[in-house]
C-alpha cells in the first residue's frame, strides 16, 4: 500500500537522518524507481528531501524541516489506522506498518487512540459468496510495485473470455469491488478490470516504461441509462428497498404495502433482480418494463413446465 509505505519512509528518514534509495528498496520489496517516486510524492506534500550522491550520500529530509510528534494529534493518527485497518495488506505488512504508526503518539495516550480507531471498521469481505481474491491481490500488488507486466484469463460482463496482458496502474475498491487500471495492450488503451473475473495470472517479471495518465471516473465504461420504475412491494421488503433506494423514495400506502421509486437499469441482472423479489413486488409502471418482466416470468415458468 503506497500510503502506508510513505509514511514509513517519512519515520524512517526522521530516526536514521539519511538512507540510501537502495536500503530503502530493499527494506520495502520494491525497485528503485518505485522509491524515487514516492521521494517525489513527499515532496509534493511539502515535507523537503535532499538527495546527495557518492560514497556518504542518500536521501534525507532537508535539516530546515522539523517534525515533532506533537504535530500529528490523536485524531491524525486515529485516521491512519483505521486506513491500514481497511486496507487490503497481508497480517505481517499491517503488523509492521502499524507498528510504526503507533510511534507518532506517546505510549500513554495510545490505549485511547486504539479505542478511537476500532469505533470505525471496514470490512471488505462479502456477506455471501466465495471471492478469494488474496493471492491475486498480492501478485498484482507486486507487479505494481516493480512496474511489471501481468497477464491473465478474463471474462468480461457479457461472459466473453480472452487473455489480456496489461500495464498495471491502479488498484481500486468501487461498490464494493476490487477493479485494476491498467493498459491494455491487446485493446491498446486504459482499462478496468474486475479481479473476481480473473483468472491464471502471471507476472513473468518483465517491466514496462510507465505512461503519463490521469484517470477519471468519466473515464471508465459508460454506465447503461438509468430509469425509475414504480413498486408496489410487500412490508417485508422494506429494509432491501431501503438499501437500494434510500427512505426517502418509499412511502406507505396501506394493507402492509409500500409504493417504492426504485432506481433500475434495464438488464438481465435487472430484470433479474426484479423477479428475485417474487410474488412480493409488483412493478406497476413504465408498461415497457411490466411488459419485460411478464415475458421473463412466461419464459421461466415454460423452463419449468417441461418435464426432466
Known amino acids: ?27 520495502f520489496e520494491v525497485n528503485i524507481r518505485t522509491i524515487y517516486r514516492d521521494i517525489e510524492t513527499i515532496n509534493l506534500a511539502g515535507i523537503p528531501i535532499s538527495t546527495s550522491t557518492g560514497a556518504k550520500g542518500g536521501i ?111 488498484l481500486m475498491l468501487k461498490n464494493s469491488n476490487w477493479y485494476l487500471l491498467a493498459y491494455c495492450t491487446l485493446r491498446q488503451d486504459f482499462r478496468l478490470f474486475r479481479l473476481s473475473r480473473m483468472s491464471e495470472l502471471q507476472v513473468p517479471g518483465e517491466t514496462f516504461s510507465p505512461r503519463n495518465f490521469e484517470y477519471e471516473a468519466s473515464d471508465a465504461p459508460e454506465r447503461p441509462r438509468e430509469i425509475t420504475v414504480r413498486l408496489l412491494v410487500d412490508e417485508s421488503l422494506k429494509g432491501p428497498m431501503a438499501d437500494f433506494c434510500g427512505l426517502k423514495n418509499l412511502q406507505p400506502c396501506g394493507d402492509s404495502k409500500i ?32 411488459q419485460e418482466i411478464k415475458r421473463r416470468a412466461a419464459d421461466l415458468l415454460a423452463l419449468y413446465s417441461h418435464d426432466r
Open 60 to 170: 534525507s529530509i532537508m535539516e530546515e524541516y522539523k517534525v515533532e510528534k506533537g504535530l500529528f494529534t490523536a485524531s491524525d493518527i486515529t485516521s491512519l489506522l483505521i486506513a491500514l485497518g481497511s486496507s487490503p495488506l497481508t497480517n505481517e505488512e499491517l503488523a509492521t506498518t502499524i507498528a510504526k504508526i503507533k510511534g507518532l503518539a506517546p505510549e500513554e495516550r495510545m490505549r485511547n487512540i486504539e479505542f478511537k480507531a476500532r469505533q470505525i471498521v471496514v470490512d471488505h469481505r462479502p456477506w455471501y459468496g466465495h471471492r478469494p481474491l488474496g493471492t491475486i491481490f498480492k501478485e498484482i500488488k507486486a507487479a505494481l510495485d516493480g512496474n511489471c507486466l501481468a497477464s491473465f484469463q478474463y471474462y468480461d460482463g457479457g461472459g466473453r473470455e480472452s487473455r489480456r496482458t496489461v500495464e498495471p496502474y491502479q
Open 259 to 290: 409504493l417504492v421509486d426504485f432506481p433500475f437499469i434495464e438488464s438481465d441482472f435487472g430484470y433479474g433482480m426484479l423477479l428475485g423479489f417474487g410474488d412480493k413486488c409488483q412493478c406497476l409502471e413504465p408498461e415497457t418494463v411490466l
Open 1 to 27: 500500500m503506497k500510503l502506508a509505505r510513505i509514511v514509513a519512509i517519512i519515520m524512517l528518514l526522521l530516526q536514521h537522518k539519511k538512507m540510501t534509495a537502495a536500503r530503502l528498496a530493499e527494506m
